[in-house]
C-alpha cells in the first residue's frame, strides 16, 4: 500500500490565496519532501523537511511535520496563476535511498 | 533544465516491438531510478541503481527489461508490452545510498517518455 496520500486530490483557487495541502503516512521516516509536477513533465524538489523538524520555510513554503500524527502539510502562501501543478510529499525511510510518493494533490490557481 | 535528459519524449509502439528509452544524467550521481506514472495511480517505482547495481526490482514484469551501463546512463528496454503499459516513464538521479547525507533522499527527475502501447 502506498506511504503517502494527500488530500484534497484537487485544489481550486483565486490568485493571491493561500492553498493548503496535506500528507499522511504509515511507517517512520527520516524525512518527508515535497515535489511539484506541472502538465506531462517530471517532478522538481521543492522542500525537505527531517523527522526531528517541525516547520521549514522556503520562500512563500511552509512545510509542517508531526510524526506523532504521520502528517505533513504544505502552505503555499499568496498563490501566482504559475503555482498550478500537482504537488507530492514523498517519504524517505532511514535507510536506503528509496522514496515513496504519494497519489497528490492537483492545484489550480485562477487568475 | 534539472540535468538529467530522457529521450524520446513520445513513443508509440505495438505490442510486438521492441523500443528502449534512454535516460542520461549530468549531476555526477550514482543512484538512477526509473518510476512509472499513470493516469490517477501514484508514482510507481520500478528499479533503482546504485553505484550501477541494481539494488531495487519492484515486482516489475520481465517485458521491462533495465540496463545501466554506467552511473551516468540509465536505459529501459521493452518488449510484448500491453495496452495497460502506456503511461509517463519517469527518470531520476540522486546522490549515491552510500553518501550517507540527506542529499542521497532528493532526487532530481527527467522530463519523462510518454509511451502509447497499441
Known amino acids: 500500500s502506498q506511504q503517502g496520500e494527500e488530500d484534497p486530490q484537487a485544489l481550486s483557487i483565486q490568485e493571491g490565496e493561500n492553498a493548503t495541502m496535506n500528507c499522511s503516512y504509515k511507517?517512520?521516516?527520516?524525512?518527508l519532501q515535497w515535489y511539484r509536477q506541472n502538465s506531462g513533465r517530471g517532478l522538481v524538489h521543492l522542500i525537505l523537511?527531517?523527522?526531528?523538524?517541525r516547520e521549514k520555510h522556503s520562500g512563500r513554503l511552509r512545510v509542517t511535520l508531526d510524526t506523532s500524527k504521520k502528517s505533513s502539510s504544505l502552505l503555499i502562501t499568496a498563490s501566482r496563476a504559475a503555482d498550478t501543478a500537482s504537488y507530492f510529499c514523498?517519504?524517505?525511510?532511514?535507510?536506503?535511498?528509496?522514496?515513496?510518493f504519494g497519489a497528490g494533490t492537483i492545484l489550480r490557481v485562477k487568475s | 533544465e534539472t540535468g538529467v535528459t530522457q529521450t524520446p519524449r513520445h513513443l508509440v509502439m505495438g505490442m510486438t516491438n521492441k523500443k528502449s528509452l534512454k535516460c542520461e544524467q549530468h549531476?555526477?550521481?550514482?543512484?538512477m531510478y526509473w518510476y512509472k506514472q499513470s493516469a490517477k495511480k501514484p508514482l510507481e517505482l520500478m528499479f533503482v541503481?546504485?553505484?550501477?547495481?541494481?539494488?531495487e526490482n519492484n515486482s516489475v514484469p520481465s517485458r521491462f527489461s533495465p540496463e545501466c551501463p554506467n552511473s551516468s546512463h540509465l536505459f529501459l528496454h521493452l518488449h510484448t508490452l500491453q495496452p495497460e503499459d502506456s503511461a509517463l516513464y519517469l527518470c531520476?538521479?540522486?546522490?549515491?545510498?552510500?553518501?550517507?547525507?540527506?542529499?542521497?533522499?532528493?532526487?532530481?527527475f527527467g522530463a519523462g517518455t510518454r509511451l502509447s502501447v497499441l
Open positions: 531520476a538521479s540522486s546522490q549515491g545510498e552510500a553518501s550517507g547525507s540527506l542529499a542521497k533522499n532528493i532526487q532530481y
Open positions: 511507517t517512520s521516516i527520516n524525512n
Open positions: 523537511i527531517r523527522s526531528n523538524e
Open positions: 514523498a517519504t524517505a525511510m532511514e535507510y536506503g535511498n528509496k522514496l515513496v
Open positions: 549531476l555526477g550521481h550514482n543512484a
Open positions: 541503481y546504485n553505484f550501477k547495481e541494481q539494488t
